[in-house]
């Protein structure tokens, strides 16, 4: 019997080091959101010039969240970028995660950069659109749920095609589909409350400087069961034969 591929996940930096110690880093969450065993999947520290595979040697790719932004054009960012087109291409699995999100929006002919607004962090409802009823991934979620979230840029300016699956009164493009197979989610699906409630704490001068309470944010932060699906969904789109999707 033929081994399964394994699901990749393309590490794009680090989480602060106080949340390190006492969860893990961004691939131990998206691992255990996708709730597979550290056999099933594969991590490449794209971040260290790693090298990322070929499209046909793994079943699905998570792209991860990083404090870096899309925008500052980093050499292995662009590296990750130029990878992800062909890959998107190849119809294999792709899941893009708020920075992930971003550069998949980017590679694809899409335009990221600044939220008017500024930053976005905390628990805050999602609402899908009503293409994200029939969507793959998305279908049978409730109509507006709970969701994590930290970024202070976005995406301004959707690829060719994509379709917008869901939004916010802050940010409208909260997730998107491109051709039948790839994602991309602003919100973060990996973060449990802890560790949401870790990133306001790290960001509580931010948040001030914005204007904002932090007390207030974190008091706001609760569990996003219906967020933490989509890794789950998205596992189970690997383990398909692509050409269901």
Same mark, same amino acid.
């Given at each position: ?23 893990? %880093? !961004? ?68 899941? /893009? ?19 008017? %607004? /500024?930053?976005?962090? /905390?628990?805050?409802?999602?609402? +899908? ?7 793959? +991934? ?72 914005? /204007? ?21 969904? !998205? ?11």
């Amino acid at each position: 019997m033929m081994k399964q591929p394994k699901i990749l996940i393309v590490k794009t930096g680090d989480t602060f080091a106080d949340l390190i110690g006492s969860f893990g %880093d !961004f691939e131990d969450w998206i691992r255990q959101g996708l709730g597979v065993g550290e056999d099933q999947v594969q991590v490449v520290n794209a971040a260290a010039f790693a090298p990322l595979p070929e499209p046909g040697t793994f079943s699905g790719a998570v792209i991860a969240g990083s404090h870096a932004m899309v925008t500052q054009n980093l050499d292995w960012s662009l590296a990750v970028e130029a990878w992800l087109a062909p890959v998107v291409t190849a119809g294999v699995p792709v899941l /893009g995660i708020c920075y992930g999100h971003q550069l998949l929006a980017k590679a694809m002919g899409g335009k990221v950069d600044f939220h008017p %607004d /500024g930053l976005e962090i /905390g628990t805050t409802p999602i609402t +899908l659109t009503a293409d994200a009823l029939s969507d793959p +991934l998305l279908h049978g979620l409730p109509p507006v749920f709970n969701a994590h979230t930290c970024h202070s840029q976005t995406v301004l300016t959707l690829p060719p095609g994509a379709v917008i699956l869901a939004e916010n009164p802050h940010e409208p493009l909260h997730a998107f589909r491109l051709g039948r197979a790839a994602w991309g989610v602003q919100f973060h699906p990996e973060y449990t409350p802890d560790i949401m409630a870790g990133y306001i704490r790290n960001m509580s001068p931010v948040i001030q400087a914005l /204007g904002k309470d932090p007390d207030r944010v974190q008091a706001q932060v609760t569990d996003t069961p219906e967020a933490g699906q989509v890794l789950a969904r !998205f596992a189970g789109l690997c383990s398909h034969d692509n050409t269901v999707l």
